[in-house]
């Protein structure tokens, strides 16, 4: 079996390569393809990924997207490329547009243009949801979309981007909503990255005792990014094509409640301090999300508990810090 990841060098698409290849000795083997623009990390994760075949490619580029998946004619393609993170959500930013939708438009025009078959996962976001309202948690796949960030937009564009290539086109595509992933090798940018990487840097002697926080009474849903690529695979070889799955834990955690249980485990005593430049307006208050509907076809369900995700978060960060 022919397997792309796009976007491989990212925090998710590493640990969908390793899982992948650790899967190698319990069923058919198969052939892994990692798909990065030049110079977005590939190399540094090469040494890591032995088994992997690199090739550059800009998903922005139409025909470098069709000659590179006609070099591979996959059966199965993780589709993870894309932008990520927004620091200031109120922010129009057009990157996240080009990026998300017009990427994924490439890939999917390409295997239509190509005439290959294969099955193809779309990875999409909770950010979608946007504004739930506490009577609407835990958040099904039926809930009403309210995207408040131009990334949640352009994560709602690329989904409905995958549902009509599958209505219009017969392709085998299956999207997933992944809530707040975190665990170890996340970026420092998301708040328990943040929070860790604080932590590590007060414990090396690097950063006053003090950690900078922004609203810490927002309730969000967190799953560690180990059970999320094994939702990716069992979505994509259970899941019905042109549905959505939401993937997450069931379980909402304020943000003081990750800082509370990240401070239990430091090595220092630590001081929060406010910081203004860390408040969001459009904050949403709650959002957990409901993983019945994957559950109930893959049997998926999440398996590691948050401090277990948490711990190797921090022990990740002290092996970072130098």
Not at 148 to 157: D, H, N
Not at 282 to 295: L, M, R
Not at 299 to 308: A, D, F, T, V
Request: with cysteine; aromatic share 10%; glycine share 8%.
């Amino acid at each position: 079996m022919r397997i792309v990841i796009t976007g491989i060098a990212g925090f998710t698409g590493i640990h969908l390569a390793q899982y992948i290849l650790s899967r190698n000795n319990e069923s058919q083997e198969v052939e892994l393809y990692g798909i990065d623009i030049a110079g977005n990390g590939s190399e540094g994760v090469k040494p890591f990924l032995e088994d992997v075949k690199f090739l550059n490619c800009d998903m922005l580029k139409k025909e470098e997207v069709k000659e590179t998946i006609d070099e591979i004619r996959p059966d199965k393609i993780f589709h993870l490329a894309g932008l990520t993170f927004q620091a200031n959500p109120r922010e129009f930013s057009e990157r996240f547009y080009t990026t998300n939708v017009f990427g994924t438009i490439n890939l999917l025009e390409a295997v239509r243009e190509l005439r290959i078959d294969p099955i193809i996962h779309i990875a999409c976001s909770s950010a979608e949801y946007g504004l739930v309202s506490e009577n609407e948690n835990p958040v099904k796949e039926t809930n009403p979309l309210r995207p408040l960030s131009a990334y949640g937009i352009s994560k709602l564009a690329q989904d409905m981007v995958g549902y009509q290539y599958h209505k219009n086109y017969g392709l085998k595509i299956v999207r997933t909503r992944a809530f707040n992933i975190t665990g170890p090798g996340e970026r420092e940018n998301f708040v328990c990255s943040g929070f860790a990487r604080q932590i590590a840097l007060i414990e090396k002697g690097k950063q006053e005792q003090a950690i900078h926080v922004g609203n810490l009474e927002a309730k969000r849903d967190f799953v560690d990014i180990r059970d999320v690529v094994r939702a990716y695979w069992l979505t994509s070889e259970k899941g019905i094509w042109g549905e959505v799955y939401n993937i997450c834990s069931g379980k909402a955690y304020s943000i003081g409640e990750i800082l509370k249980i990240l401070l239990q485990m430091a090595r220092e005593n630590i001081v929060i301090r406010k910081d203004p430049e860390r408040m969001r307006i459009s904050d949403i208050p709650a959002q957990v999300g409901s993983f019945e509907k994957i559950h109930k076809q893959t049997g998926w369900e999440p398996i590691i508990p948050l401090e277990e995700t948490l711990r190797d978060l921090l022990d990740y960060w002290r092996r970072q810090v130098q």
